[in-house]
Structures are given as structure tokens and as C-alpha cells.
């Protein structure tokens, strides 16, 4: 069966950091550029970051240049968002998902609950 | 960055009638490559969204086929032609183009 879990949320105050992880399971990890999208309360899908397949391609939206870091470990067929210097703003459900067709989002995960507040 | 906006809001429909949903970019999403990366997700209360439609038109496999997607270039098109009670919740039109990828704001579908 084919999934991604997401793990690492929690409660942080403002300028602190967490690391999220995603572990896939049910395809060959390597052959996909990975994805995370964020949704905070009551609003719409954001799209935050990609890696590429050996993890030296990183792509970001502009609010967290700078601030978080996408990397995965293929090994352990695992991918990560480092976030530092958390924003109240940066409060949201994060989504891992594999851009499987095309840049289609075709397998999510469950989701983990960032809250920045202090 | 690319807006993407969708119409209506929100959507409340009797069971077995119709429903369109519209999406409108700022720029053309038609790559030199002839792929135009446009895509359409639900997201169903409570749960993650779920890939519907890619690359305009094609249904992802096992999404039924009163979904479809038409368009081209900026403005695109999602329609339902017999809405079901499992179709409820919000859908999200996205473009991949360009960086960022930017979504819509989401159109609410509700049953009447």
C-alpha cells in the first residue's frame, strides 16, 4: 500500500524550531520529487517547498525562504522540513505529498498540526 | 506569482443536478513543452486532499467519471454532471508551472 506519514508537530513558541519527517512506504521513493503543502485553520492549501529525487534541488515559497529547509534521507526513504525561526503565521496542518503524475499531487499524507504561539 | 481564482465560493447543489466550478489564472499555464499544469483537488471534511484531475483534463485513475476538467491557456473548467452526496467538500484548482505553485482559494460544495 502506498503511503506517506507524517510526523513531529507540536506546540512551539514564536522563533523556535521543529523538524517534521514523512516516511513513504509502497513505492520506489527515489524515482519521485517530494512536496510539502501547508493549510492553516480555516483557510486554503498553500504550497511551501519541493526536493528533487537526489535532494540538491530545492524549491520554496518566498515566506519561508531562508527559514525552513526540505531534505530527505532516500536510505531511509524518509522526507523532512526543517522550520526555524517559527512565525504565528507559520501555523497550519503540513501536508507531505508525491508529485507522481506529472506535478500532480496524486498521494498525500495525514497531515501533523504546527502551532506557533506563545 | 500566478493567481489562481476560482468562482463561485461556494456551491450548494441538489443530488443528481449538476455543478461547474470555474478557475481563472493570471498567466498562461501551457508550457513550451505542450503540458499545460493545471490541476483539480477535493478535499473531503476532515480528511487530506485527494487528486482529482491532472494536466486539465485527465481523471486521475478511479475518480469517477462524472468528474471532468476542460480549458486551456487561463481558464479552466471543473464539472460534476451528476452531483453525489460523496462529493462534498472543497475543491482546489492548481497550477505548477510556475514557482511558486499557487492553488485557488477553494470552492465549498454542499448538498441541498
Known amino acids: 500500500e502506498v503511503q506517506l506519514v507524517e510526523s513531529g508537530g507540536g506546540l512551539v513558541q514564536p522563533g523556535g524550531s521543529l523538524r517534521l519527517s514523512c516516511v513513504v512506504s509502497?513505492?520506489?521513493?527515489?524515482?519521485?520529487?517530494m512536496t510539502w503543502v501547508r493549510q492553516a485553520p480555516g483557510k486554503g492549501l498553500e504550497w511551501v517547498a519541493n526536493i528533487n529525487q537526489g535532494g540538491s534541488g530545492k524549491q520554496y515559497v518566498d515566506s519561508v525562504k531562508g527559514r525552513f529547509t526540505i531534505s530527505r534521507d532516500n536510505t531511509k526513504n524518509s522526507l523532512y522540513l526543517q522550520m526555524d525561526s517559527l512565525r504565528v503565521e507559520d501555523t497550519a496542518v503540513y501536508f507531505c505529498?508525491?508529485?507522481?503524475?506529472?506535478?500532480?499531487?496524486?498521494?498525500w499524507g495525514q497531515g501533523t498540526v504546527i502551532t506557533v504561539s506563545s | 506569482d500566478i493567481v489562481m481564482t476560482q468562482t463561485p465560493p461556494s456551491l450548494s447543489v441538489t443530488p443528481g443536478q449538476p455543478a461547474s466550478i470555474s478557475c481563472k489564472s493570471s498567466q498562461s499555464l501551457l508550457d513550451s513543452d505542450g503540458t499545460t499544469y493545471f490541476y483539480w483537488y477535493l478535499q473531503k471534511p476532515g480528511q487530506s486532499p485527494q487528486l482529482l484531475i491532472y494536466e486539465v483534463s485527465s481523471r486521475l485513475s478511479g475518480v469517477p467519471d462524472r468528474f471532468s476538467g476542460s480549458g486551456s491557456g487561463t481558464d479552466f473548467t471543473l464539472e460534476i454532471s451528476r452531483v453525489e452526496a460523496e462529493d462534498v467538500g472543497v475543491y482546489y484548482c492548481m497550477q505548477a508551472i510556475h514557482l511558486p505553485w499557487t492553488l485557488g482559494q477553494g470552492t465549498k460544495v454542499e448538498i441541498k
Open positions: 505529498a508525491r508529485p507522481g503524475i506529472g506535478r500532480g499531487l496524486d498521494i
Open positions: 509502497g513505492f520506489t521513493f527515489t524515482n519521485y520529487w
